[in-house]
C-alpha cells in the first residue's frame, strides 16, 4: 500500500499496530472523499435542465465541506505517523468503485446517480466507524462527525428527488 506508515512515531497512547489499522481506514475514507469531491463538482459543471441552477449552486458548498473532511482525515493520517497519499493514479488504484458514469445530464438523473454514491460512501462511513471504536477514539468522532454532515447532503439530494409520497425516483 503507498501509504506505509513510515514514521517512527504515533500518536501517544495508541499501540502500533491499532494506527496500522486506523491508517488504513481512515485511508480508505480519504480516498472515497478525494472521490466524492471530484464527482461532486463533476456534476456541478455538467448538471442541465430545470432547476440547473438550484442544483449547480447547492453542489458548491458540498464540494468545499468534503474537501475539508479529506484534509482532516490526511492529516490524521499523518499524525498517526502515516503517509496520505492523494494522487490521481493512486486514487484510482485504491478505490474499489466504478467511476461516475453521467457526463453532461438532467437534474433528475445526475442527482438520482449522486443519492447512490452518498449512499456507498455514507454506507462506508458507518462502518469505518465501527472499525475505529475498536481502534481510536478520536478517528471514530471524526469519522461520525462526517457522517453526519454528508447524511445531511445526501437529504438534500433527495429532496430534489423525492416525491410527495415520500418516493425516491431512482
Not at 491499532?18 to 481506514?25: E, F, R
Not at 497519499?85 to 478505490?95: A, C, F, H
Amino acid at each position: 500500500m503507498t501509504n506505509a506508515k513510515i514514521a517512527q512515531f504515533t500518536a501517544p497512547g495508541i499501540k502500533d499496530n491499532a494506527a496500522q489499522d486506523t491508517i488504513s481506514v481512515l485511508d480508505d475514507r480519504m480516498v472515497a472523499l478525494i472521490d466524492l469531491q471530484l464527482t461532486l463538482k463533476h456534476i456541478h459543471w455538467n448538471v442541465v435542465g430545470p432547476n440547473f441552477i438550484g442544483v449547480h449552486e447547492m453542489l458548491d458548498p458540498q464540494v468545499e465541506a468534503v474537501r475539508e473532511m479529506t484534509d482532516t482525515i490526511a492529516e490524521r493520517i499523518a499524525t498517526l505517523g502515516g503517509v496520505p497519499v492523494g494522487t490521481p493514479q493512486s486514487i484510482v488504484e485504491r478505490r474499489s468503485w466504478d467511476d461516475y458514469a453521467i457526463g453532461k445530464g438532467l437534474v433528475t438523473d445526475h442527482l438520482a446517480a449522486l443519492d447512490k454514491v452518498y449512499t456507498g460512501v455514507n454506507k462506508d462511513h458507518r462502518k469505518a466507524i465501527e472499525t475505529l471504536g475498536e481502534l481510536d477514539p478520536v478517528s471514530e468522532d471524526m469519522i461520525t462527525g462526517q457522517l453526519a454532515q454528508l447524511e445531511q447532503f445526501q437529504w438534500f439530494v433527495r429532496a430534489h428527488i423525492e416525491s410527495a409520497s415520500g418516493e425516491l425516483s431512482n
